[in-house]
């Protein structure tokens, strides 16, 4: 009980008056556990470590807004909780588009060109995602599960402007890189996956 008053002592002090040594003892305070939960949960040092140091920029960046109506550590662990299954949810849709992508190449690959493999495919898709900006990668992969442009909007909290713009810049992007990367393949390859890239990109 002493810890939590301590806390939530500590917050009020950073919410009211920026104070960063506080904030930064609310960090100290409470960032293990979070990270123990997130690696519990990907399996993946850098990953864990890079959502909780995103949950803590956000509980900084936004501090004079939130309102914490139960104790620090639980609204901690509820932001971390949202952050893993906006994560995992991410990560899905990115399966899911690479194995679509590459369900469409599949039989071209087969009967054109026995040397660029489905996994080959799946690798250029997948690297250049990773490229992307976090927003930008985000808002695609929305834009592909067929969420509207309003509807990503409100889930990034972006404009609707900015989440067009997202998509168009990505659009180019990927088109950009595949033609560079995949320069070395027979033309009709070519042509056919830039075709399977610009499908992808249609919000039907």
């Known amino acids: 009980m002493m810890d939590q008053t301590l806390d939530f002592s500590w917050w009020e002090a950073v919410r009211q008056r920026d104070d960063q040594q506080?904030?930064?003892?609310?960090?100290?305070?409470?960032?293990?556990?979070?990270?123990?939960?997130?690696?519990?949960?990907?399996?993946?040092?850098?990953?864990?470590?890079?959502?909780?140091?995103?949950?803590?920029?956000?509980?900084?960046?936004?501090?004079?807004?939130?309102?914490?109506?139960?104790?620090?550590?639980?609204?901690?662990?509820?932001?971390?909780?949202?952050?893993?299954?906006?994560?995992?949810?991410?990560?899905?849709?990115?399966?899911?588009?690479?194995?679509?992508?590459?369900?469409?190449?599949?039989?071209?690959?087969?009967?054109?060109?026995a040397s660029w493999s489905h996994r080959e495919v799946e690798d250029v898709l997948e690297d250049e995602l990773q490229k992307m900006p976090e927003n930008m990668r985000n808002s695609f992969l929305l834009r592909l599960e067929n969420l509207s442009t309003p509807d990503i909007a409100k889930r990034l909290n972006l404009a609707e402007q900015t989440v067009s713009n997202l998509h168009t810049e990505a659009g180019k992007r990927l088109r950009k890189k595949l033609l560079h990367r995949l320069r070395g393949i027979t033309v009709p390859i070519l042509i056919t996956f830039l075709q399977v890239v610009n499908n992808l990109l249609i919000n039907k």
Do not use: C, P
């Open 22 to 113: 506080l904030f930064n003892q609310l960090y100290l305070r409470h960032w293990e556990l979070l990270y123990a939960i997130a690696w519990n949960r990907t399996k993946d040092e850098d990953v864990a470590k890079d959502i909780v140091q995103e949950v803590f920029i956000s509980f900084w960046e936004r501090r004079k807004s939130i309102v914490i109506r139960t104790t620090v550590k639980q609204y901690l662990t509820g932001v971390l909780k949202n952050r893993l299954i906006d994560y995992f949810q991410s990560e899905q849709v990115k399966k899911r588009v690479l194995d679509r992508a590459s369900q469409q190449m599949d039989t071209i690959i087969q009967q054109a060109d």
